[in-house]
């Protein structure tokens, strides 16, 4: 599609929404409700937990949607009202710890036997089970593109925590990486022998 009947379609999907057109609120949905949702799942880990942070998100955004004025994408506004929400939700559930122990994630990676071939269905299973504080950061900062700054200020921890707790995901992640290959080579060695 073009890109000016693209953003021709959307100012006027924009347009209908600021006038609570009922019809043009339910096209946005459906338009970014499976990403959001995506989205949300990142942040909160339960799916139903999940689709109440949608929601919630999305009142929020047809609420506030004279907000947006035009200035860079409106998807990428959208995104930051849903990380908000799923921020605030998880400030009011209590379910964001900012300390772990490492004592799983203290090995320095060996890269040589990590796999090449990881697909991003695994990444992102494995990005779940972080624990809570370094999934958020990590989400934060290297999947939504927030700041150490606009972190810190979102949850209320300094920077230098935000660079820590993103450090110790990044070491997580990477025992993880190093255990599954490890797991894998050795059925495959069990299944050729």
Partial sequence: MDLKIYRAKEEELINGC???NRSAQHSLYDQYSSK?????????????????VLVTAFTKIFERIDQF???G?????IR??????????????RSMYLETDLEAAER???YQNISDHLEAEELMQMIQELPSGYRIVFNMYAIDGYSH????DQLGISENTSKSQLSRARTYLQKMLID??????KQSNETTT
């Fill in 69 to 71: 004025k035009g200035e």
């Fill in 108 to 110: 320095e990676p060996d």
């Fill in 180 to 185: 599954r290959d490890w797991i894998s080579k």
């Fill in 149 to 152: 700054k606009e972190i810190a």
């Fill in 36 to 52: 959001m949702y995506a989205l949300c799942y990142r942040y909160v880990k339960d799916s139903m937990e999940a689709e109440d």
């Fill in 73 to 77: 994408s409106f998807e990428g506004w």
């Fill in 18 to 20: 600021k006038a609570q």
């Fill in 80 to 93: 930051r009202v849903v990380v908000n929400e799923a921020l605030t939700y998880l400030r009011r559930n």
